[in-house]
């Protein structure tokens, strides 16, 4: 028809430069306009059967259709593009170009090695894809980390980084503890009460009928029925063999904790390091790169929303706390430091009352708790024996929320603030958690008198402590189950009621309701039970086993709690400040827990009565007396690792090493300034050039 003639170019012009229609345009079109744009590398990040830009306006008998583009798509996932058009990062660029060229060699060499060595790595990047596909909750972190923040998805990660390490340590006690245990002989019963030891007796079982409440008691306190099961350490015989597998499930634990989370501390400090850096806390780094062009649900593009507005967030809010400390006079820096030192000796005067009141609750259930009165009493006795757990966990509820308002006074940024309500907390759950077993220390080996009438026959208070290690194994299963019975009662007695009886509330008390998901709190809890099982593991191996099924209750009931119950955090803070402190504060729990372990394994004598090293004079005595058993050339390599040959060559080996990294970092370092000094010298230069331009322009306007 006429009027659906398309117009001619001549006419364009003639009615001021209105477009021609897409028929009769002269050069590209609009979609292949858009296509060679940056972000249409994008769509690889897509996959096939997505449309790219502009491709809507096409006609059915356009440049590209539907279906072409499908087989296009197919063909491109078939054939690898070359790293230059990726649209990746250049480490990333780099490891997929030497992926490339090692698979070509390997391909041109056609040697049955290449083959192998070819086909091993494409299983391993095919066995890591797997692995990354099966990753648990891996969408309910991403829906936690877009609704409320990145610092409350790092406790679900450190949850979750937790609840693996559990479970490799329960594996570990489950195959060289309890499996050997059965696989060697039935172990024997309780033993028999003796009057002729000089160590006295030690009888763990029941006599008698027992009530269902004094079972449902013993549960809760590790006695009873409980005491001699595998649960406990008097459980195990004193078998050779059982006994070097008992001690090196200890040492395994904490070597494969060691690494890993060396491994997790190092990957969060890079992040660490960049961020406080500057190089990616730029504003123009959030507006401009921190979008995902491969999103496509609707959901998921909010939930990334969501997360540069966090991000944006958290940057305005130390920008502008660091901005007032720069611009405060040197009277104002001398109060707001005089407040920080008046606040600090506040903290240290609370943590010393916590520590004491600690000490004293263990030294009155230890003398208390087998007084004619309390025995009689039933829950009287239950609540004697868990004094220190109550106090301690006490302690914990009242001063974390004291050091959180006590932080913001001092005048530091949100992520500074985060730090030092962690190390203050850590170190009141921790040093807690150490005047514990030093009180009990105390107790066992009559206050380090070796002389004293109750150590001199056995080398610890047999008439208290018959068999101290399941003694101190009970004290960490309380403290373990304390702390999940407290966070449950938190849940279904506080937090919940209070949400319900606020949303029938109008007004202010509505939104009293909501509260926002405490991170650090949360994040010290995890690592203290942790720390718990760490120490704990050796006097009750199947604690981790506990602990595993601990976790992913609390796994699933935190996040119960977060959906329903809390709001997003008015104030966050950077994720890059909790991929690297919160394993840095897991690794000072691990230090923390190898002091009282190696102390009890090198120093304290076990005990004569229970245990698989009953009869020697130390725990570790029984690793040199297993190598006199071993091959004499066993012997000599194994005795040659612990001499100086071989330690003086190694630790000089060593600082060789950590010296020749260092300068090489320092180098890097340098370079790395230089290259940034350039790269603002051409930015200066552009700003320059820029600036003549328009000059240049103005001028030549005017003339």
Known sequence: MEENRAWEPETCGSFGGWPAP??????????????????????????????????LEEEEGGERSIPAFSEASRKELQEPPSPRELPWPMQARRAHRQSQSRDQMAQGSKSRVGNWALLLRRSKEKMREGLRTVEPWAWTLKRIGGQYGAGTESYFLLLRFLLFLNVLASVLKVCLTLLPTWLEGAPPGPPVPDTSSQCGSYNPSSQGLIAYSSQLLNLLSGEGFLEWSPLFYGFYPPRPRLAVAYLCSTFAIGLFSLLLILRRSVSGLKQTLLAESGVLTSYSHRVFSAWDFGLCRDVHVQLRQRLILYELQVELEEAEVRRQAAERTLGQQARVWSVRVLLNLLVVMLLGAAFYGVYWATGFTTKQKDGPLIQRMPLLNLGVKYLPSIFISGVNLVLPPMFQVIAPLEGYTRSCQIILILLRTVFLRLASLLVLLFSLWSQINCEGNAEAEACKTCGYDYKILPCWETRLGQEMYKLLIFDLLTGLAEVLLIQFPRKLFC????????????????????????????????????????????????????????????????????????????????????????????????????????????????GQLSIWAQIPESIYRLPQITQKFLFFLGTQAFAVPLLLLSSILMMYTLALANSYGRLISELKKQIETEAQNKVFLAQRAVALSSTNGAL
Do not use: D, H
Not at 532 to 541: I, N, R, T
Not at 595 to 613: D, E, Q, T
């Open 22 to 55: 897409r028929e009769a345009r002269a050069g590209p079109s609009l979609s292949s306009v858009l296509n060679e744009l940056p972000s249409a590398a994008t769509l690889r990040y897509r996959g096939p059967g997505v449309l790219p830009w502009g491709a």
């Open 503 to 614: 949303g029938l509330c109008p007004g202010a008390l509505r939104r009293m309701g909501t509260q926002e998901f405490q991170v650090p709190n949360e994040v010290l809890g995890l690592i203290y039970a942790q720390t718990v099982v760490w120490v704990g593991s050796f006097f009750c191996p199947l604690l981790p086993l506990l602990n595993t099924a601990r976790f992913l209750l609390l796994f699933y009931l935190k996040k119960f709690v977060l959906f329903s119950t809390c709001s997003p955090a008015s104030r966050t803070f950077r994720a890059s400040t909790a991929n690297f402190f919160f394993p840095l504060v897991l690794l000072l729990g691990l230090a923390i827990s190898a002091v009282p372990v190696l102390y009890s394994i090198f120093l304290i004598p076990p005990s004569k009565l229970c245990g698989p090293f009953r």
